[in-house]
């Protein structure tokens, strides 16, 4: 199957620009299938790994592998031709057994992977089945890939899901173009080691001719597990790029942080109907410093940790009670995984504690929203807060600061960034940096940010929207391809 438009890359030196077709491989399809009015309908889906890849293919044209879930059926193909007539790309679904989901998904990808990426390997469950059936899924994604490409296209999978596709791709493509991106951190050497399958997991790894990361801490850290469990391998280069050769090949690491769509944010939030809608909740709570948190259900966002902090501060700080308003906004995740339901009581437990403690008429200091938010009110309630109260215990990138950022059309606004986010290293230079765990440090940073002047609002603000803008989606896409390119002229003497 060779239809579909094909991937521009940028020349690099004086080669000429060359074309391949993009194949995006990654857990799941860029929708989910939901029943309304008795009718199956797709929707597209949210999050950071959607918004950043989908704006590529419905540029580029080409193709998208991933799961449609456990239910085939001919009517979610025919959902998916409908799609893909309204897009500039096709659907290659692939169907998993309700055991494959349960084993390699719920268990290996987020009860071993997750956690333990996460620098959190008290969570982690090693169960020997888990990696058994996460080895089969990713040889079930591979032939899933063989059956619907060619030699010729540029294979790029995505994320900790699916380490392991080029391992089965190169059984019967050995000199197929295959790239990896890790949306999530690669851990030190002394976390990693835990892992029981460390060898077979670095190994798979190095079946793919690049792999990208988020920061150079992702990348100093995976080199550093390489040279520690993998003494065969050798790297060499430093600051650009690394270069690891193994007895079946080499393969290129680099740190290529990810961005947004900058334009397309700033774009959006200047329309009148979201600025319609910030004039609406500005309103609604007329006098208040709004901060505001957008997170995905998940332990590593610390919520319960920042809900604390902002106790703190309205506990140590009696002025600042009818000042200052947090809305809460935490996006339905995994809830089929008992601690995340057990993560979700908490939270519930905690904003209920908090407002029971200081509400006064008028005035309620949490509001908490656990659902998923539309685009566009999203972009309203970042143009009303004051503050953006974003604190992961460990993020690999965290694209709400950027898009906080993006969306603050009028350069105000404060960001206060968890230093363990991947985003820190970038926006650091504008941020309000805290340590998640140190509530005081939290509530302090809030206290500051709802004293801090137009003036140096604005001044911090202009240094993150230019950063932001600077290293935004398309240079990220262009960045990686340049780095493909490269790996592929210097080993094949040929473009991609």
Not at 26 to 33: A, M, Q
Not at 291 to 320: C, H, M, W
Not at 342 to 367: D, K, M, Q, R, Y
């Amino acid at each position: 199957m060779t239809s579909g438009a094909v991937l521009e890359t940028e020349p690099i030196g004086n080669a000429a620009p060359a074309t391949r077709r993009l194949v995006i491989v990654s857990n799941r399809i860029p929708l989910s299938f939901v029943e309304e009015g008795g009718h199956l309908t797709a929707k597209p889906s949210s999050g950071g790994l959607v918004s950043a890849l989908d704006p590529l293919l419905a540029e580029h044209g080409g193709l998208w592998v991933g799961s449609a879930g456990t239910q085939d059926s001919p009517e979610i193909h025919r959902q998916l031709e409908a799609a893909a007539a309204q897009q500039n790309y096709r659907f290659a679904p692939l169907f998993l057994t309700e055991n494959e989901q349960a084993n390699y998904y719920e268990g290996f990808s987020n009860e071993v992977i997750w956690p333990l990426f996460h620098d959190l390997q008290s969570r982690c469950v090693f169960r020997p089945r888990y990696w058994d059936v996460y080895q089969a899924v990713n040889r079930k994604f591979a032939e899933a890939v063989l059956a619907s490409t060619s030699p010729e296209d540029t294979i790029w999978v995505q994320d900790y899901q699916l380490m392991q596709v080029a391992r089965f791709v190169r059984e019967d493509r050995p000199n197929a173009c295959i790239a990896f991106f890790l949306h999530i951190p690669f851990p030190a050497p002394d976390i990693f080691e835990k892992l029981p399958w460390r060898g077979g997991v670095l190994e798979g790894l190095l079946k793919y001719d690049l792999i990208g990361v988020q920061t150079a801490r992702d990348e100093r850290n995976l080199v550093a597990c390489l040279r520690c469990f993998l003494p065969n391998c050798k790297v060499e280069g430093r600051g650009r790029y690394r270069e690891v050769t193994g007895p079946q090949g080499s393969t290129t690491i680099k740190a290529i942080p990810i961005g947004i769509d900058y334009r397309d944010f700033a774009h959006s939030a200047a329309s009148a109907s979201v600025r319609d809608r910030m004039q609406q909740i500005k309103k609604q709570y007329s006098g208040m410093n709004i901060a505001i948190g957008v997170d995905r259900l998940d332990y590593t966002k610390g919520i319960p940790q920042r809900l604390r902090a902002f106790r703190s501060l309205l506990r140590d700080n009696e002025q600042y009670r009818r000042k200052i308003l947090l809305i809460q906004v935490v996006v339905p995740s995994r809830e089929n995984i008992p601690r995340y339901q057990e993560l979700l009581a908490e939270i519930e437990s905690l904003v209920s504690s908090i407002n029971g403690e200081f509400s006064e008429t008028g005035w309620t200091p949490v509001e908490y929203m656990h659902r998923s938010v539309p685009r566009e009110e999203l972009l309203a309630l970042y143009l009303a807060s004051k503050i953006a109260l974003i604190t992961p215990l460990k993020d690999g990138m965290n694209l709400v600061a950027k898009e906080y950022c993006a969306a603050h059309i009028d350069n105000a606004g404060v960001l206060i960034l968890s230093e363990f986010a991947g985003a820190a290293p970038e926006l650091r230079i504008g941020a309000l940096l805290v340590n998640p765990y140190d509530e005081r440090g939290v509530a302090s940073a809030l206290g500051t940010a709802i004293e801090m002047t137009t003036e140096d609002q604005r001044r911090r603000m202009l240094r993150l929207r230019r950063q932001i803008r600077n290293a935004d989606l398309l240079g990220w896409r262009d960045l990686f391809f340049a780095a493909l390119e490269n790996v592929q002229q210097s080993r094949t003497g040929s473009a991609i």
